[in-house]
């Protein structure tokens, strides 16, 4: 807790971890999680949601969730994606994270280096849902809700795999839009998915020989 302490003197509050999930994939909304650890009941296990396997990050799901002074989850849209840019689409994520925390954050600790705006004072961490406890609580909610939703919307469009490969350019993903085309959750303003919904241009014809 470090980090979190060291912010926390600057801002003389409490500090959240923030991390998000989906910022890649070709469908389906970006999440991000905000997370208040009590430094007097912290889990066991906490690591970077890409070190735990599935099974892991379920399971310490209930237990951040009860032992944390707060936690909070955000969503942006596939359609604010497409409009606003996945760039600001994660930060609106974050902010709406941040806003549904039971306790307002004096200062936020953010995975990466970009210091996406907030309504508290921000420092950024490289790497930081493997140095900060919060981060990587927030990185477990922010990958395990938005995994959910995915299975959620396999349901809905079952023909592109989604509960397997999370939205992600997988080759599965890559041989079911080749067959079906996309759908209304892919990211039209994603190269890979544009190109199939723009119609290709005609080809300059050949001049014909005098």
């Not at 690591?47 to 009860?66: F, G, H």
């Not at 469009?157 to 209304?184: D, I, N, T, V």
Request: glycine share 8%; net charge negative.
């Amino acid at each position: 807790m470090a980090l979190e302490m060291r912010l926390a003197g600057l801002c003389q509050g409490l500090v959240c971890g923030v991390d998000e999930a989906g910022r890649g994939p070709w469908a389906g909304p970006v999440t991000a999680a905000a997370v208040i650890l009590n430094p007097d009941d912290l889990p066991d296990g906490l690591n970077d949601s890409k070190a735990l396997t599935e099974k892991k990050r379920e399971a310490l799901v209930p237990v951040i969730k009860a032992r944390a002074l707060a936690w909070g989850v955000g969503h942006a849209s596939v359609e604010e994606i497409d409009a606003i840019n996945i760039l600001r689409a994660t930060e609106l994520a974050m902010q709406r994270a941040v806003a549904a925390l039971a306790i307002a954050p004096a200062g936020a600790l953010i995975d990466g280096n970009y210091r996406f705006k907030l309504p508290c004072q921000v420092d950024v961490a490289v790497g930081g849902d493997g140095l900060s406890l919060s981060i990587a609580a927030a990185s477990i909610l922010a990958k395990t809700t938005r995994d959910q939703m995915l299975v959620e919307l396999d349901a809905v469009y079952p023909q592109y795999g989604f509960a397997s490969h999370k939205g992600y350019g997988s080759a599965q993903h890559r041989a079911a839009l080749a067959e079906h085309g996309p759908c209304p959750i892919h990211r039209a303003s994603y190269a890979p998915i544009r190109a199939l919904l723009e119609p290709q241009a005609d080809p300059v014809a050949a001049p014909v020989a005098a």
